[in-house]
């Protein structure tokens, strides 16, 4: 990037609050690295964000988020788009790379329950929502006696 001192990037994101803070975060490592950056966020709204009442295989996989992102890349309306790796395809986008890894968050998951129970403490059958099949591998492994529920949408 050159002259970055003299044009306002634009940063591409979803609308959940999730994308929101990913975003910000990503803002937030530029201006450290580049004071005098002026950056501006257009959010987008993708196809994934308008069927939030459905489990992500059923609305056509990862791509539902990030079609929207990458059409607005070629069409010069932002200059980067930032979404969660975990989330993107596996095939990059025809003309588009994967430019950048920020540095990662704190990543552990979160059980939350109406009485504060851990999951050691979970009744045997408990049910448990979570939208990602990770989180469902990884409860099973853990504690096979509970009912695993698929949760569609976004964290928020």
Known sequence: MNSLSTRTITLGSRPSKLARWQTNHVLEQ?????????????????EGDKRLDKP???IGGKG????????ALRAGQIDLAVHSLKDLPVES????????ISQRADAHDVLISPAGLTLSTLPTGARVGTSSLRRQVTLRAERPDLWLLTLPGNVD
Do not use: H, I
Request: aromatic share 6%; proline share 8%.
């Open 30 to 46: 530029l201006k450290a690295a580049w004071p005098d950056l002026t950056c501006q966020v257009t959010t987008l709204v993708t």
């Open 64 to 71: 539902v988020f990030t079609a929207e992102l990458e059409a």
């Open 93 to 100: 986008a025809p003309g588009l790379c994967l430019g950048a």
């Open 56 to 58: 992500l295989p059923e």
